[in-house]
């Protein structure tokens, strides 16, 4: 849940519901909750997205898409062919990954924080990037062949020539809230844009990435956290908590785990396990305890069970924080980072008490990843928005990755 958006005053709401509340408190009843400031969210654009959306659930397939693997591919009628995946260490014998999240804003802040980090991905030898979602605000493009993608991803981030994995947030699922999660299908047209994109790399709402392809050294699994941790209470079967699209991801997830062959494993989503940022952690977002999606109660049994103690990193947005923290017995060995100040920063102060190597509540930034059979590598970068100059803020080095079936799964 971003800073510019509104919670319910209950959990598990329907958008419906939630929006005769607003009624009420504009009519003198009780404030509605915010995390910040209020978005002006009644807009030609966001009307536009809410009727967008309610005719999406009537024509849009219900059947979830295959989950995919790296592969080239080429655009629709002409499209150039997409940046390849590396295979090959680069200069200094790694894999180097550009982390970003929540950045799709279009804003100053975004293009100066991808400015910054178009430098660093040059003297990196950054060969691969990722995108923790929210990466059209504030509801997610209109169709798969919005502007927005133009506007808010691939103008601020021409120059870092290379493939971005994303993932979906709550935004790019909006209803008819920004940001509520509320319409998961509309995810689709984020897929769909894949297609014409020589950057955008998303064959499916999950998926996974091995690197390099013929013999993986780590393995990327990008998974879709949105029906999990949506503010509203889903209305479509398909998109339940406990529905056949959240079941098939789980087993997939599960499974494509423990048939890699990689040395590292890294996990990708926009809603974190655990975070010291405003919104806390899965189980309890925003202080939620309650009902099947507003807390993530869901989401927070997927990460122990599934991933805690299999993948090396848990990488995640969300919170518009930058969070490298500790592996601890309770996540197995599985480290948790949080980089979702791409575009958007928070109240400058941490709100919550995991144990952290380093943490930024103030700052823009992004990460980057370096992978080698020695060593994972978090480098911390720190953005001033009108120099857009970087500062590396923090280095983490892990040396042994998780051992495999340290824990039992479901």
């Known amino acids: 849940m971003c800073e510019d958006e509104l919670i319910p005053p209950q959990a598990d709401m329907t958008e419906s519901q939630w929006l005769r509340t607003g009624s009420d408190a504009a009519a003198g009843g009780p404030p509605m909750r915010t995390t910040g400031r209020v978005p002006q ?34 655009g629709a009628s002409g499209a150039a062919e997409a940046f390849p995946f590396p295979e090959h260490p680069n200069g200094n014998g790694e894999f180097a990954v550009l982390v970003t999240g929540d ?14 980090a178009r430098d660093v991905c ?41 493939p971005w994995l994303m993932v979906l947030g709550n935004h790019d699922c909006s209803g008819l809230i920004p940001g509520s999660g509320g319409d ?80 590292w494993k890294v996990v990708i989503g926009h809603h974190p396990y655990l975070n ?27 990460y122990e069970e599934v991933v805690c103690g299999r993948a090396d990193l848990i990488l995640s947005g969300h919170d518009h924080t930058l969070q490298v923290l500790e592996p601890t017995a309770r996540t197995g060995g599985t480290r948790q980072v949080v980089c979702g100040a791409s575009a958007k920063t928070e109240d400058g102060k941490a709100h919550f008490g995991h144990p952290a190597a380093w943490q930024n509540f103030a700052d823009h930034g992004f990460m980057v990843l370096k992978v080698s059979g020695a060593r994972l590598t978090i480098d911390a970068y720190t953005v001033d928005v009108a120099t857009r100059k970087a500062t590396l803020a923090h280095r983490t080095r892990t040396a042994a990755p998780v051992a495999a079936g340290a824990r039992v799964h479901a």
């Open 41 to 74: 969210f009644v807009n030609r654009r966001t009307l536009l997205g809410g009727a967008v959306a309610g005719a999406a659930l009537a024509v849009l397939p219900t059947g979830a898409q295959s989950p995919a693997s790296a592969a080239s591919r080429t």
């Open 103 to 116: 950045a799709g804003t279009g804003d100053e802040a975004q293009y100066a924080v991808a400015a910054a």
């Open 122 to 162: 040059r003297s990196e030898g950054v060969g691969l990037a990722v995108g923790l979602g929210d990466n059209i605000y504030e509801n997610g493009p209109e169709s798969d062949h919005d502007s927005e993608f133009q506007d808010k991803f691939e103008k601020p981030n021409n120059g870092i020539d290379v």
């Open 184 to 263: 998961p299908s509309r995810g689709d047209r984020e897929v769909a844009y894949a297609a014409t994109s020589r950057r955008w790399h998303m064959p499916a709402r999950y998926y996974s990435v091995p690197l390099p392809a013929a013999d993986p050294l780590v393995e990327f699994f990008a998974i879709d956290t949105i029906p999990w941790s949506s503010y509203v209470a889903q209305l479509d079967p398909h998109y339940w908590w406990n529905g056949p699209y959240m079941r098939e991801q789980r087993q997939w997830l599960d499974g494509a785990l423990s048939a890699s062959r990689a040395r």
């Open 276 to 302: 010291n940022g405003k919104h806390g952690s899965a189980g309890s977002y925003d202080g939620f305890e309650i009902g099947n999606y507003t807390s993530g109660v869901h989401l927070k049994e997927m």
